[in-house]
């Protein structure tokens, strides 16, 4: 069965600092990948999705995912984080009708 | 204004006490599912439904029950709720059944059960 890893379950950067958050997958094929936000009390916003073509994408709110087959990793990033960037960030992975998530990495951002 | 709406938005009830969440999308969606949220686990997915009288078991689906009568609604049912359904749950939709597009979540529904 496919599954996803977020290795990271909590992150803290400095506002105006760059951002990485990781994220590996196990599956045979090349699922669908996507990267969703999460703010608190709030539901779901998709970010960003990889579907096929360039490996790396661009989102909403700055920020980019780059797949790398070789790595079955689809990380996220962006250059300089914005306060109002903290939240909890999903990445998931979708084939045929199974929508995995993982379980999460909480971003916490520093003035 | 497209969207996805769940109602409760808060509930807390009493072990036993049958309940239904309702989830209904205004977008003719085909593919409707229902997730549940808990820490350090992200979200799982409960049921989904790739149309009306169609759906399928999730990762989860012990304790819930699902219907599809109409495209726009996907009611989840606990026919006998028990604490460890004590969760954040999530309904979402997305255009089309056998492809995949961008899932449009519902605000979530907390629910509490003693």
């Known amino acids: 069965a496919q599954s996803v890893t977020q290795p990271d379950i909590h992150i803290t950067v400095s506002e105006g600092a760059s951002l990485e958050l990781r994220c590996n997958y196990s599956?045979?094929?090349?699922?669908?990948l996507f990267w969703y936000v999460q703010s608190p009390g709030q539901g779901l916003q998709l970010l960003l999705k990889?579907?096929?073509?360039?490996?790396l994408v661009q989102g909403i709110k700055g920020f980019e995912a780059e797949f790398k087959r070789s790595q079955s990793s689809f990380n996220l990033r962006k250059p300089s984080v914005h306060w109002s960037d903290a939240a909890e960030y999903f990445c998931?992975?979708?084939?045929?009708?199974?929508?995995?998530f993982g379980a999460g990495t909480r971003l916490t951002v520093k003035p | 204004e497209a969207q996805v709406t769940q109602n409760p938005r808060y509930l807390i009830t009493v072990t036993g006490k049958k309940l239904t969440v309702t989830c209904s999308q205004n977008?003719?969606?085909?593919?409707m599912s229902w997730y549940r949220q808990d820490p350090g686990l992200g979200l799982r997915q409960i049921y989904y439904?790739?149309?009306?009288?169609?759906?399928d078991k999730g990762d989860v689906p012990e304790g819930y029950k699902v219907s599809r009568k109409e495209k726009r609604n996907f009611p989840l049912i606990l026919e006998s709720p028990s604490p460890n359904q004590t969760s954040l749950y999530f309904c979402?939709?997305?255009?089309?059944?056998?492809?995949?597009?961008?899932?449009?979540f519902g605000p979530g529904t907390r629910l509490t059960v003693l």
């Open positions: 998931a992975v979708y084939n045929n009708n199974d929508m995995r």
């Open positions: 599956y045979g094929a090349t699922p669908y």
């Open positions: 990889y579907f096929s073509g360039d490996t």
């Open positions: 977008m003719n969606h085909e593919y």
């Open positions: 439904s790739m149309n009306v009288e169609v759906t």
């Open positions: 979402a939709s997305n255009p089309v059944s056998g492809s995949y597009n961008e899932q449009f």
